[in-house]
């Protein structure tokens, strides 16, 4: 059905061509615009000094040439339809695409868009649309700069040379399909990317301001913009630049699983309330006023480490709920861990240790039967705090800070440092070791218990008020200063020891039961 057909030879066409013409060999030369159906099946494209092609709004150009189909040197600019179907898209000494209308990569076997010397570049413009629906690997070695709209139905495309995406970008990747950056990329802000299918960034540095409705995975590189996760984030090696942040929202769900280390320099990482975030293995480490906000959901399901040895000022925030699910071993945050009155942390296995502090601000402790939690660089406890399982909470070294009502739970151990602030203890509280701060008033609430278990000595170095349960198991007991031990409700004895005072100002006043059990 082809007007005209070039089988060899050189064909030099200036002009329009508005006939059906087949190219199965030879070389086309000169500049021409094409307004009918150009099939390339062979052959290639020669370029003196300025030539060019066009495809018109009525034009057609199909590439399905067995071997490449060369385009030396010469820019190209399509106006309206080309079908790429086979061979490779290859250019020498530089050249240009420039796609207006509509490129549909239909090749079925892995290609490339190709240039063997100096710098070509491939536009697809913003009334540009760039559809890749065949099931193939498309590698672009050529600058790709996309302003228009980018389909990724199936497939990959994988970017090998640096990319932009401008504000009026709008890039779409069905579930299976990838694309991927392999040399950076520059994202201005108002790009949008769409669908379930995943874009990749392999290596290289991917800058800009971008929300991503796709999957996300940094295989490496560096992400040095501030993007926001509505669909999945994956993390599993590669940098992310100080001062730049990622944010999880509108039901995101990401993980880090990496052999190696992220780091959060002055960075954070934000997971929304209705987000979540699995932390699957690596350490994290911040600093320099980095660490994670967490609004939404934090799991753990192995013993690692998130830490602040690149500055002491990060931080774990949550005001959603960290757990640990996984793991017999010890999950440890060295670094502060702040809880708001909706925050949950919980240990369902093993050993939680928190090693740097931080403040509770009537947040939850949920530690299962079988698990602990440690603390052992001080911490504070503010009103509200509540330990409501039957797990170990123990309290081992620092100042601990309580203050009102707190709930420590079942099985709570205070083993040493400093107890400050006037608070009211709920739950079953053992006395294995540290001290009460002179100033203050320590009140054991009803249906409450505190037990005096120091097998050496146990100070009270300040007033005592007991509405629940004092049991003394171990050791002496000493009053101090012009303090007071009242008990309200029952005080038990099970041990042969000293309740002195050396003080003569220190009274015990019994409203309730005093008991010699043992």
Do not use: C
């Amino acid at each position: 059905h082809f007007g005209f057909e070039l089988t060899s030879g050189d064909l030099d066409l200036n002009g329009v061509l508005n006939v059906d013409f087949l190219q199965s060999g030879g070389e086309l030369k000169g500049s021409q615009t094409i307004a009918g159906t150009y099939d390339l099946a062979g052959g290639d494209w020669d370029t003196e000094d300025g030539d060019t092609t066009t495809i018109s709004s009525t034009g057609v150009l199909n590439l399905y040439s067995e071997d490449n189909n060369d385009y030396d040197e010469r820019d190209i600019t399509n106006d309206g339809i080309v079908n790429w179907s086979g061979g490779d898209m290859d250019t020498t000494s530089g050249g240009s695409f420039t796609n207006n209308g509509t490129f549909n990569d239909l090749t079925k076997n892995d290609h490339e868009i190709g240039e063997t010397s100096g710098e070509a570049t491939f536009t697809n413009t913003a009334s540009g649309t760039f559809t890749k629906s065949g099931n193939s690997v498309t590698r672009i070695y050529q600058d790709f700069d996309n302003a228009g709209t980018l389909n990724v139905q199936n497939g990959r495309i994988s970017l090998k040379d640096e990319s932009t995406f401008a504000a009026t970008s709008a890039v779409s990747i069905n579930s299976g399909a990838v694309l991927e950056v392999e040399d950076g990329s520059m994202i201005t802000d108002g790009a949008t990317f769409s669908g379930d299918g995943t874009f990749i960034l392999e290596s290289g540095t991917l800058t800009g301001t971008a929300d991503f409705d796709t999957r996300f995975e940094q295989v490496s590189g560096t992400i040095d913009g501030d993007f926001n996760f509505t669909n999945r984030w994956d993390y599993f090696s590669g940098t992310i630049t100080p001062g730049r942040n990622i944010d999880l929202i509108e039901g995101a769900f990401g993980s880090i699983s990496t052999s190696g280390v992220l780091d959060l320099i002055a960075s954070e990482i934000a997971v929304d309330f209705d987000s979540m975030l699995a932390w699957n293995s690596g350490t994290i480490r911040t600093g320099s006023e980095g660490g994670l906000a967490i609004d939404g959901l934090f799991t753990t399901d192995f013993d690692g480490e998130i830490n602040q040895d690149l500055g002491d000022t990060g931080y774990f925030d949550v005001g959603g709920s960290f757990r640990k699910t996984g793991g017999t071993g010890t999950t440890t945050f060295d670094l502060p861990v702040n809880l708001t009155d909706s925050g949950r942390f919980e240990a369902h296995t093993g050993s939680v240790d928190l090693t740097a502090g931080g403040t509770s601000d009537g947040g939850l402790f949920d530690v299962w039967s079988g698990a602990t939690m440690n603390f052992s660089n001080g911490y504070t406890f503010n009103d509200g705090t509540t330990v409501p399982n039957g797990g170990n909470f123990n309290l081992n070294t620092g100042s601990f800070s309580i203050n009102n009502s707190v709930g420590l739970g079942h099985h709570a151990s205070i083993n040493g440092g400093i107890i400050t602030g006037t608070h009211t203890l709920g739950g079953r509280v053992v006395v294995n070791g540290g001290v009460f701060d002179t100033a203050g008033t320590t009140t054991v609430d009803s249906n409450s218990s505190l037990e005096f278990a120091n097998v050496e000595d146990n100070p009270l170095n300040r007033s005592f008020i007991n509405n629940g349960k004092i049991h003394w198991s171990a050791g002496d007991m000493s009053g101090s200063g012009e303090n007071s031990l009242t008990n309200n409700g029952e005080f038990g004895v099970s041990v042969d020891g000293t309740f002195g005072a050396p003080d003569d100002d220190f009274t015990i006043i019994n409203n309730g039961k005093f008991v010699k059990i043992g």
